[in-house]
């Protein structure tokens, strides 16, 4: 099993940038999604999360109105459109398969994760 993100670069702030996690070896239809990601000296935070069905999601409060999580089970890919970026939004972002089909914000409820991707925003 694999997740392979990928969509990080560098960006001024302001400006955008759509992630995509696709998950090789399996299907993870049933099973809820979620991005985190992680500062230089921080800890891992959530930042957004979808049901297995995409009928559901959960935003981090920092992220609320300028991220949006969406899947594709067809494709067993997870994206997140980041707008409205800003210099605090800079980390390594990654993507993980949650055990449950619910939304979860919580990192131990999620058993499989992606390489991470990083994400620069520029003042």
């Known amino acids: 099993v694999q997740l392979q993100a990928s969509g990080g670069g560098l960006v001024q702030a302001g400006g955008s940038l759509r992630l995509s996690c696709a998950a090789s070896?399996?299907?993870?239809?049933?099973?809820?999604k979620g991005w985190f990601r992680q500062a230089p000296g921080k800890e891992r935070e959530f930042v957004a999360a979808?049901?297995?069905?995409?009928?559901?999601?959960l935003y981090a409060d920092s992220v609320k109105g300028r991220f949006t999580i969406s899947r594709d089970n067809a494709k067993n890919t997870v994206y997140l459109q980041m707008n409205s970026l800003k210099p605090e939004d800079t980390a390594v972002y990654y993507c993980?398969?949650?055990?449950?089909?619910?939304?979860?914000?919580?990192?131990?409820?999620?058993?499989?994760w992606g390489q991470g991707t990083q994400v620069t925003v520029s003042s």
């Open positions: 993980a398969v949650s055990r449950v089909s619910y939304i979860r914000a919580a990192i131990y409820d999620y058993n499989y």
């Open positions: 070896g399996r299907s993870f239809s049933n099973y809820g």
């Open positions: 979808i049901s297995a069905s995409g009928g559901s999601t």
